[in-house]
Each structure stands twice: as structure tokens, then as C-alpha cells.
Nanobody, 117 residues
């Protein structure tokens, strides 16, 4: 089982930047994904990176503005968010993808990102 802890959220003006961190403890999965959920909306996939090989994928809504990276030695995955927009406001979660089910089955507690005008 993987335990995940996010940090780095906060309040930022539109056009600004934030970097989120996700520290994984316990056994690693295949990959770590970032998701977000805005009030009244469904959870949305943001980006993912594999621990081995570093394969990266982005949602079209963030590609070119967000960058996901990892530090295997620190068991940490980062999400650098630049050119933030009002619509990026959400609670951001990281999750671990299971080797056996290929589902994201371990989740962090979330970190709030609020973008103001």
C-alpha cells in the first residue's frame, strides 16, 4: 500500500505559478497521477508520470502550462503550474496507480489551489 501526502497549494493571482509536491511512502505503484476537483464538478485528470522510464501524460486543459516531474530518490512527484487561470481553482490530489489493477487506488488528502483575479 502506498501513502501519499500532497503539499504546496495556496492562493495565487491569475498568471502566477505554484509547485505542488506529492511524497509517496511504502511500495511504489506504476505511476503517480495528479487529479483535481473544483466545487460542484467531477474529479478531473491533470497529469501522470511513471516511476520507471518517466513516461508523462497531460490533460489537454493543462498541457503547455503545467509540468510534471519526479525525484525517485525522494519518492516525490512534482506538479509545476504556470500561467494559472481562474478555472484551475480546485483541490488537487495525487494518486498512485496499482501494478495489479492499473487503477489509481491510493490517494492523498488533497491540497487547495485558489487562483484569484
Amino acid at each position: 500500500q502506498v501513502e501519499l501526502t500532497e503539499s504546496g497549494g495556496g492562493l495565487v493571482q491569475a498568471g502566477g505559478s505554484l509547485r505542488l509536491s506529492c511524497v509517496a511512502s511504502g511500495s511504489r505503484g506504476v505511476a503517480v497521477g495528479w487529479f483535481r476537483q473544483a466545487p460542484g464538478k467531477d474529479r478531473e485528470y491533470v497529469a501522470a508520470i511513471s516511476w520507471i522510464g518517466g513516461t508523462i501524460d497531460y490533460a489537454s486543459s493543462v498541457e503547455g502550462r503545467f509540468a510534471i516531474s519526479k525525484d525517485n530518490a525522494k519518492n516525490t512527484v512534482y506538479l509545476q503550474m504556470d500561467s494559472l487561470k481562474l478555472e484551475d481553482t480546485a483541490v488537487y490530489y495525487c494518486a498512485s496507480q496499482s501494478w495489479t489493477t492499473r487503477q489509481y487506488d491510493s490517494w492523498g488528502q488533497g491540497t487547495q489551489v485558489t487562483v484569484s483575479s
